[in-house]
């Protein structure tokens, strides 16, 4: 069975990085497309890129400047690292398998953080 | 950039009673839109995809239906473990989330 699982610091100071680790299990890394999808509080849901099976990357073009998605296949993890963070990015942050890049059909349970001082 | 607008944004309802949720674009999304379920402390779960197409082993009580640019969710008979919030996701020009219907039982 595909499982997700995020982990990270759950409290970040504004201006610094969020970095969130998704680890996968039961399916390689390297097939299909991996995601990242963010839930703000008030249940507004927002995409935030992607990583594909060769490595290669695409993101929300609001985020451009600040996002980078990345892999260790090695460890079949893939990474967010969202820069210069403020309040705003306070979210609930999710990875998923985008399915072909058409579904989202397996989800990790989700990551709060927090952007506060 | 294409925008999801879900309603009603709350529902209660009784359990049998038939239910219909609905999520309209800003522009014509020809279809790819996709419902999700996400009960309370869990992960999203995929519902149906592509406006009508039910994915592996959700009940058939659910149904999508729509085109361009209006969708709607129906759930048959409300049953007690579909309280949940339900949001609606466009994929035909990047990615656009509904802000989501919560449902709750009268």
């Known amino acids: 069975e595909v499982q997700l699982q995020e982990s990270g610091p759950g409290l970040v100071k504004p201006s610094q990085s969020l970095s969130l680790t998704c680890s996968v299990t039961?399916?390689?890394?390297?097939?299909?497309?991996w995601g990242w999808i963010r839930k703000f509080p008030g249940n507004k849901m927002e995409w935030m890129g992607y990583?594909?099976?060769?490595?290669?990357?695409s993101y929300n073009p609001s985020l451009k400047s600040r996002i980078s998605i990345t892999r260790d296949t090695s460890k079949n993890q893939f990474f967010l690292q969202l820069n210069s963070v403020t309040t705003e990015d306070t979210a609930t942050y999710y990875c998923a398998r985008w399915a072909a890049r058409s579904l989202f059909d397996y989800w990790g349970q989700g990551v709060m953080v927090t952007v506060s001082s | 950039d294409i925008q999801m607008t879900q309603s009603p944004s709350f529902l209660s309802a009784s359990v049998g009673e038939r239910v219909t949720l609905s999520c309209k674009a800003s522009?014509?999304?020809?279809?790819?839109l996709d419902w999700y379920q996400q009960k309370l402390g869990e992960a999203p779960k995929l519902l149906i995809y592509?406006?009508?197409n039910l994915h592996t082993g959700i009940p058939s009580r659910f149904s999508g239906s729509g085109s361009g640019t209006d969708y709607t969710l129906t759930i048959s008979s409300l049953q007690p473990e579909d309280v949940a919030t339900y949001f609606c996701l466009q994929r035909n020009s990047w990615l656009t989330f509904g802000s989501g219907t919560k449902l709750e039982i009268k």
């Open positions: 592509n406006t009508n």
């Open positions: 039961g399916y390689s890394i390297t097939s299909n497309y």
């Open positions: 522009q014509n999304i020809n279809k790819y």
């Open positions: 990583i594909s099976y060769s490595g290669s990357t």
